[in-house]
């Protein structure tokens, strides 16, 4: 019924829409039809070489020709174990093209430019230079990210939870629900993303699938926590402003800029202060995992954020063009850290209860501050010089009850 | 006779652990400090070959060549947390 509803408003034909179940399926269905029928001749002619040869009783072993193929040397193993940095040593794979032009499944490094003709392009592969992806950092992070999984079921002491006093259990359900409400985009913008960046970016793929695992990790640990101390809260009409900013950015650079270096990095602050926040040492143990995990991903912003910027042929213009983006940015940020459903939880937790809830705002004044600050450095260390230009306030924008 | 290497990573680190994953060949020099709440790194001096793989990957620059910087006194917003940690304990908010 929703998606007839959705039809009759109309829609963008992509195959987004469709998925989301705007179009009628038969529709899609016809379109998706014709496509392969309009490259019948391509694949239906490999078909029938191929099911000659068989009929011939004949072979083909080809592949083991590797005239063109970067054969013979064996990738070695460093002390970690085999690292994408140790078998992109070997010649022939570890090139990344400024452009990519394999815009279908190919490996990197095969033997496929002879099969060119023979085979599709996706569409949906559209990130096509590397500068809008890639970071110094990625390969180590990803390794770093293997590493550090953890388990939200398992990993947790969820049966040593005790019940707070209501208030202090109410504050940290209504900072889960918030955060859980985070963190869903913080999964769906590298998800909406990776599927748009061609497979010769491998690594840059491998880091991000690590990326949308915690953030589901991260949901799910919130929303639990949630439910086992008396349910969810309210959702933040203010935040979801500031999540529809990030999901919607017009290219993967500035978004990876607003989720990984300014909302994460904000997130990252919550968690740094977990220590306080948190009144249970299961809480802690919460924050003290998820903070690992966003480090993570605030790590890969500031560092791609950073290459991309150094390869801009036009700087001067390239980092105008993010001052405008960060504009905006900054704004929807601030509307969401200024939501009470965010601001007033978290001076609860850290006051010590309801009644102390103005001197808990003394302590939301000081991480304000280490999150404008923190932001800051990390807008330096990219070399992006915000600091003149930046809209949030440089102090909480509250004042503390006399 | 042992040979120390000379870098070190200053109390600024966020814990992404991009610089534990660059310690090149068989050198496993960097590790996480056990039991800190914030997840920072550290390097051991004794395993360090002072190669220097590791500090291009730190998104917050606190990794340091003690031979050209000597020790650095750590700034930035990454020490803030510090503020908000005596706040805390001079107002006992803190969880028990």
């Known amino acids: 019924m929703q998606g007839v509803q959705q039809a009759q408003k109309?829609?963008?034909?992509?195959?987004?829409?469709?998925?989301?179940?705007?179009?009628?399926?038969?529709?899609?269905?016809?379109?998706?039809?014709?496509?392969?029928?309009?490259?019948?001749?391509?694949?239906?002619?490999?078909?029938?070489r191929n099911a000659e040869r068989l009929a011939r009783g004949q072979f083909s072993l080809h592949w083991m020709d590797t005239t063109q193929a970067h054969w013979g040397p064996r990738a070695k193993p460093s002390s970690r174990g085999l690292l994408y940095a140790d078998i992109n040593r070997l010649p022939g794979y570890g090139e990344l093209p400024e452009v990519a032009s394999w815009l279908n499944f190919a490996p990197r490094g095969s033997v496929r430019e002879c099969y060119r003709q023979d085979m599709p392009e996706v569409d949906d592969y559209t990130v096509l230079e590397r500068d809008e992806v890639w970071a110094e950092n990625v390969m180590a992070l990803y390794e770093?990210?293997?590493?550090?999984?953890w388990n939200a079921t398992r990993d947790i002491p969820w049966h040593e939870l005790k019940p707070l006093s209501e208030d202090l259990e109410k504050a940290t359900c209504q900072l889960c629900t918030g955060l859980t409400e985070v963190e869903f985009v913080a999964g769906d913008f590298p998800a909406k993303w990776m599927y748009?960046?061609?497979?010769?970016?491998?690594?840059?793929?491998?880091?991000?699938?690590?990326?949308?695992?915690?953030?589901?990790?991260?949901?799910?640990?919130?929303?639990?926590?949630?439910?086992?101390?008396?349910?969810?809260?309210?959702?933040?009409?203010?935040?979801?402003?500031?999540?529809?900013?990030?999901?919607?950015?017009?290219t993967h650079t500035m978004g990876t800029f607003l989720l990984n270096l300014l909302a994460e990095g904000l997130v990252l602050s919550v968690f740094r202060s977990g220590e306080m926040i948190a009144k249970t040492h299961v809480d802690k143990e919460i924050f003290r995992r998820c903070l690992q995990d966003e480090a993570r991903h605030v790590s890969y912003g500031v560092l791609q954020f950073q290459w991309w910027l150094d390869h801009q042929p036009e700087r001067v213009e390239a980092e105008e063009m993010l001052h405008r983006?960060?504009?905006?940015?900054?704004?929807?940020?601030?509307?969401?850290?200024?939501?009470?459903?965010?601001?007033?939880?978290?001076?609860?937790?850290?006051?010590?209860?309801?009644?102390?809830?103005?001197?808990?705002?003394?302590?939301?004044?000081?991480?304000?501050s280490m999150f404008i600050h923190e932001y800051l450095q990390r807008c330096e260390r990219a070399g992006f010089h915000r600091r003149p230009r930046c809209v949030l306030p440089m102090e909480a924008p509250w004042r503390v009850a006399a | 006779m042992s040979r120390h290497g000379h870098f070190y990573i200053d109390e600024t680190c966020i814990g992404c652990g991009a610089c534990e994953h660059a310690c090149p060949g068989k050198v496993d020099a960097i590790f996480p400090v056990t039991g800190d709440f914030l997840g920072r790194f550290a390097i051991k001096l004794e395993e360090c070959i002072d190669c220097g793989f590791c500090v291009p990957l730190c998104p917050v620059s606190s990794i340091h060549d003690a031979r050209r910087e000597g020790f650095v006194q750590a700034s930035g917003g990454y020490l803030r947390i510090k503020e908000l940690q005596a706040w805390a304990e001079r107002d006992s908010h803190r969880a028990t």
């Open chain 1, 10 to 48: 109309g829609s963008s034909g992509s195959v987004v829409a469709t998925l989301s179940g705007r179009r009628p399926q038969g529709e899609v269905l016809d379109e998706y039809e014709a496509e392969f029928r309009r490259c019948y001749t391509r694949w239906m002619e490999i078909l029938y």
């Open chain 1, 144 to 149: 770093e990210a293997k590493a550090r999984q």
């Open chain 1, 196 to 250: 748009r960046i061609p497979q010769d970016y491998l690594e840059v793929k491998s880091f991000l699938s690590t990326q949308i695992m915690d953030e589901a990790r991260h949901q799910e640990v919130f929303r639990k926590r949630a439910l086992a101390g008396g349910g969810l809260l309210h959702s933040s009409p203010g935040a979801e402003w500031a999540l529809k900013a990030i999901l919607d950015a017009p």
């Open chain 1, 325 to 368: 983006f960060a504009d905006v940015g900054e704004q929807v940020i601030l509307t969401a850290f200024t939501e009470p459903t965010l601001v007033e939880p978290i001076a609860i937790l850290l006051g010590g209860g309801l009644q102390k809830i103005d001197a808990g705002m003394e302590g939301m004044m000081r991480v304000w």
